[in-house]
């Protein structure tokens, strides 16, 4: 895993992997800070590619919130090293196969979340550039009928939607509601609850404007939180999927016995928050459900953004208003 700029320091790459593939156009940033720290480079080293990894050529990129707290140290902990190539989701198209690949060929169309732990030791080398190294476990082919902008969009969002249910223990016949249900995670949380899950109910909450949307991703009840408080209504659920932060509220609203999982922020019981771990396979077994309709990509109509306005889509994302994902696109 390899950021380094060619133009301004010398590629160190691990021992095992030592060819060099090239230079290529990455997002990058060597310091922590807002989205000004965030240049264009156009000589980066193309990262090496491992035995269990494929290159992509990226087609289009996402951006997440923890692209944003990343890029402001909030993990630097258990970050990689500086300098970084910052993105999670891609799709794009194979060029290379590492010699332990199985099921991947050049030329197949793909899409996942690069990372498999996002937050412990995420890729040094992201996916806002123009190529990215990925482990064939964390792939899945792109799901016919979308564009790679669309895919894009995809993995981490439905991989936490989907994770988190499961960690609730949510099955067919319960309830849900699910705070932010606009956002990228949100917006998949609903149509899974409803389409994968066969929830009973699902209500959501969002600001006025979004009120049609939230029905329209399949929510029964849409809750317009700029007019009612959630937790002074008296119908409860058997899960309260949280991706705003509002754990402190969210437990008074949960059925005796249920579960509230939580994205972000404080938690107290029955309330548990949960990272996100990224996985191919978990990706295929939705893809149908993607193929079909069922449950539709929701790309924020603000972008995508073109490849040479990262800084502009970060800044856009971090208002905490975007509707559905923030995509890159063409890369
Ligand atoms: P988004 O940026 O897509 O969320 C934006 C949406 O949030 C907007 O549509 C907005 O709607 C809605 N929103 C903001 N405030 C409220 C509110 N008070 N009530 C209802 N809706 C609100 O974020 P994501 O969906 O990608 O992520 C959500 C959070 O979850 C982030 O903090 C993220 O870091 C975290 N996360 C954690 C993961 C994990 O593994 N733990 C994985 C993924 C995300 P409106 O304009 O109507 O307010």
Request: aromatic share 6%; charged share 20%; proline share 6%.
């Amino acid at each position: 895993c390899v950021a380094a700029s060619a133009s301004s320091s010398p590629a160190t790459t691990t021992a095992a992997a030592t060819e060099v593939l090239g230079i290529m156009k990455a997002w990058v940033y060597d310091a922590y800070g807002d989205a000004s720290v965030l240049k264009l480079d156009e000589a980066v080293a193309v990262p090496p590619v491992a035995d269990d990894q494929v290159l992509v050529k990226v087609v289009a990129a996402a951006l997440n919130p923890v692209d944003a707290k990343r890029r402001a140290g909030k993990f630097q902990a258990t970050d990689s090293p500086l300098p970084t190539v910052p993105g999670y989701d891609v799709a794009g198209v194979v060029v290379k196969v590492g010699s332990q690949v199985k099921g991947l060929k050049e030329g197949d169309e793909v899409y996942g979340m690069i990372s498999e732990k996002p937050l412990e030791g995420p890729k040094q080398s992201g996916s806002l550039a123009e190529y990215t190294a990925v482990e064939e476990k964390l792939l899945a082919l792109k799901p016919k009928g979308l564009d790679f902008a669309q895919a894009a969009g995809l993995p981490l969002a439905i991989l936490t939607a989907n994770e988190g249910l499961e960690k609730a223990g949510f099955s067919a016949g319960k309830s849900v509601l699910v705070l932010g249900g606009a956002g990228g995670v949100g917006s998949l949380a609903i149509q899974l609850a409803k389409q994968v899950y066969g929830a009973s109910k699902v209500a959501a909450t969002a600001s006025t404007k979004k009120i049609e949307l939230l029905k329209s991703l399949g929510a029964d009840v849409a809750i317009d939180y700029t007019k009612e408080n959630f937790e002074e209504l008296p119908e409860k659920y058997d899960v309260v999927f949280d991706a705003v932060g509002q754990g402190d509220k969210a437990v008074k609203v949960v059925n005796e016995g249920g579960s509230v999982v939580v994205l972000t922020g404080a938690v107290s019981p029955p309330g548990f928050r949960f990272v996100v771990t990224s996985n191919g396979s978990t990706l295929e077994k939705l893809n149908p459900y993607l193929e079909s309709g069922k449950v539709k990509p929701l790309v924020d109509p603000t972008g995508p953004f073109p490849f040479s306005q990262v800084v502009e889509a970060f800044s856009y994302l971090e208002t905490g208003r975007a509707t559905g994902k923030v995509v890159i696109s063409p890369v």
